[in-house]
């Protein structure tokens, strides 16, 4: 059975950071490219970042340059390193891969405000 478990969200002010953690089981987790998707209240959910298994990473225009993302095969986790954070990055992120084809764990609440 798969499990992805999201985890490190939390509320930042505008300009700060955090890193997301998505530990995955009951998966190859090194086979799979990985993504960090998030939903905003009355949004779609989107892509903003992924990792392929050899390390090349892709990112949403309203992300680069501010989030980056990094694996550790040996651990079956994937991060999300988010600086410069903004108020329009609120949204409940989740982990999944490249192409969603698992079941989506709970999610992390990330809350920018001031």
């Known amino acids: 059975q798969v499990q992805l478990v999201e985890s490190g969200g939390g509320l930042v002010q505008p300009g700060g950071s955090l890193r997301l953690s998505c530990a995955a089981s009951g998966i190859i987790f090194s086979r799979f490219a990985m993504g960090w998707y998030r939903q905003a209240p009355e949004k779609q959910r989107e892509l903003v970042a992924s990792?392929?298994?050899?390390?090349?990473?892709k990112f949403a225009d309203s992300v680069k340059g501010r989030f980056t993302i990094s694996r550790n095969d040996a651990e079956n986790t994937v991060y999300l390193q988010m600086n410069s954070l903004k108020a329009e990055d609120t949204a409940v992120y989740y982990c999944?891969?490249?192409?969603?084809?698992?079941?989506w764990g709970q999610g992390t609440q990330v809350t920018v405000s001031s």
């Open positions: 990792i392929t298994n050899r390390g090349w990473t």
């Open positions: 999944n891969t490249d192409g969603p084809v698992f079941s």
